[in-house]
């Protein structure tokens, strides 16, 4: 199979070992990643009822922690989850894993809380008595090498985003299924992963990142009303901004996507991730300036972000 037909999603890392021994955090004590485990009976297992967050560890720091921490507090409390901790004992959790595995750099955690464990296997989340569940997964993770070489190749589908009063999309909520469907529809139709577009037909954002376009020197995005608010998404647009590159948050539709200049994913395990394609056109030459900038800037940023 040739490079460029070569399947992979925005989160594939290179093959470690290590991570065959890790050891997982559960509910205050750390164990080894067989042994971790939650019940059943626990609503995220059963319902999706949690909420979570995606974060990197470099230079033994976790980047843009406080940012990480308001979402994470903002949907608890929106859903009335009650974390139990403070952002403080959950960094000091989250370190304690990172410290247990031996990690300072190029390792990514997976921070999950739900409403915890049910007195019975019922929807209702009074049912959820015994306080939350906090697991924290941290994986020695480098991106491949060849998501940047290569790029995704994206397709639109039929699953759009919804809007805010169904299940709004700022959620990181353990339910995915939204995206989940999205993305089993763009491998169906031989993609890596799904644009999806919001209830008006703009453009909005990726299964799993946010999206971005360059044309003529400018980066778009979406109007933010359907998608995650991305921590990565707000850094390139600020970044953007203080490097005086013209950047819009706007409605636009496939149109103004396909025929793009470059195209660009953002999340929290890529930072900045090329599209080779959408719906099987190519996006621009391959010549991806404006987003090679802004890797070099979002780079520059964690560092300073994560100095000792
Ligand atoms: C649907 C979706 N979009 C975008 C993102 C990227 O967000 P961030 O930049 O905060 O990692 C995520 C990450 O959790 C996500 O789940």
Known sequence: M???????????????????????YVNGDIVHRDEAKVSVYDSGFMLGDGMWEGMRLYNGKWAFFDEHMDRLYNSCKSVSIDIGLSKEELLEAMNRTAAANDMTEDAHCRLMITRGRKAKPFQHPGLS?????????????????????????????????????????????????????????????????????????????????????????????????????????????????????????KNYSLYEAYGADEAFLTGTFGAQTPVASIDGKAIGTGERLVMARLQQLYKALVRENTAG
């Not at 040739?2 to 997982?24: F, L, M, P, Q």
């Not at 939350?132 to 998501?147: A, C, G, Q």
Request: negative net charge; hydrophobic residues 35%.
């Open 129 to 249: 008595r015994f306080g939350p569940t906090i697991v924290i997964i941290v994986e020695h993770s480098k991106p491949k090498s060849s998501l940047h070489s290569t790029g995704i190749r994206l397709a639109t589908v039929p699953q759009v985003r919804g809007l805010p009063m169904s299940q709004d999309a700022k959620y990181n909520s353990h339910s995915k299924l939204n995206c989940v469907i999205a993305c089993l529809q763009a491998e169906q139709a031989g993609a890596d992963e799904a644009l999806m577009l919001d209830p008006n037909g703009f453009v909005n954002t990726t299964n799993a990142c946010n999206f971005f376009i360059v044309r003529r020197g400018e980066v778009w995005t979406s109007t933010g009303d359907y998608c995650m608010n991305g921590v990565t998404r707000q850094k390139v647009i600020d970044l953007c901004r203080q490097d005086g590159i013209p950047v819009f948050e």
């Open 2 to 24: 040739s490079d460029t037909n070569h399947s992979h999603s925005t989160h594939d890392a290179e093959e470690d070992v290590r991570n065959r021994d890790i050891k997982i």
